[in-house]
């Protein structure tokens, strides 16, 4: 069907507000990351989820951040107490299966803004 | 750890000459390399990716890239650049379950 959408695409917040960003994969795929994205660098790993099995959250940068996804659908990603070094492009990806985790399909992306 | 290196911040070409963006890489065992690349305000769009057989991989829109072993280097090249190339231009290695990107390169094609 249709590739991976995000929502919202932008998003502007308080500093010590709290952020929740969606992502909907592609249908099928069990795989889905997020990843971040700061201005003029790379893309950050934050956290991977595969199927039914534990989420590997080795990527997140603190306890403010967290990450839900119910079976192998929606998936949100939310920030705590935001902090204006959060400003970033969060891009959520999702691929087939584990052995094709390489082919990830990257949704458009959340910019967030924090003031 | 799996890693990629792009050494150049922006690479900047004329319209119609050859495009070349460099990457190389650092890892333990067998490489599975890629680039992929982001057009303003839109998600990376996946190019190409070696995974074995020949060092040549040719990918999307014309661009191409060659796995040189000895050197450790993946680098993305298209013969003839367009204008519609300039985009953000990154290379990554899978390393475990995900992918690790570099810093990405800013391709501007001049017209």
């Known amino acids: 069907g249709a590739g991976v959408s995000q929502s919202p695409s932008n998003k502007v917040t308080e500093k010590g507000k709290d952020v929740e960003l969606r992502c909907d994969p592609i249908s099928g795929h069990t795989a889905l990351y997020w990843y971040r994205q700061r201005l003029g660098q790379g893309l950050e790993f934050l956290i991977y989820f595969q199927g039914n099995s534990a989420p590997d959250k080795s990527g997140l940068p603190s306890d403010r951040f967290s990450a839900e996804r119910t079976g192998e659908s929606v998936s949100t990603l939310t920030i705590q107490r935001t902090q204006q070094e959060d400003s970033a492009v969060y891009l959520c990806?999702?691929?087939?299966?584990?052995?094709?985790?390489?082919?990830?399909?990257f949704g458009p992306g959340t910019r967030l803004t924090v003031t | 750890a799996q890693s990629v290196a792009q050494p150049e911040d922006q690479v900047n070409v004329a319209e119609g000459n050859p495009l070349t963006v460099k990457c190389t890489y650092s890892?333990?065992?067998?490489?599975?390399l890629f680039w992929y690349v982001q057009y303003p305000n839109r998600g990376l769009q996946f190019l190409l990716k070696y995974i074995t057989g020949d060092n040549l991989v040719k990918g999307s829109y014309g661009f191409e890239a060659e796995f040189n072993k000895s050197q450790t280097s993946f680098h993305l090249k298209k013969p003839s650049a367009l204008v519609s190339d300039s985009a953000l231009y990154f290379c990554a290695v899978k390393a475990g379950n995900r992918l690790a990107f570099g810093k990405g390169n800013q391709v501007v094609v001049i017209p």
């Open positions: 890892v333990s065992g067998n490489p599975y």
């Open positions: 990806a999702s691929s087939f299966d584990r052995d094709r985790a390489y082919e990830q399909y």
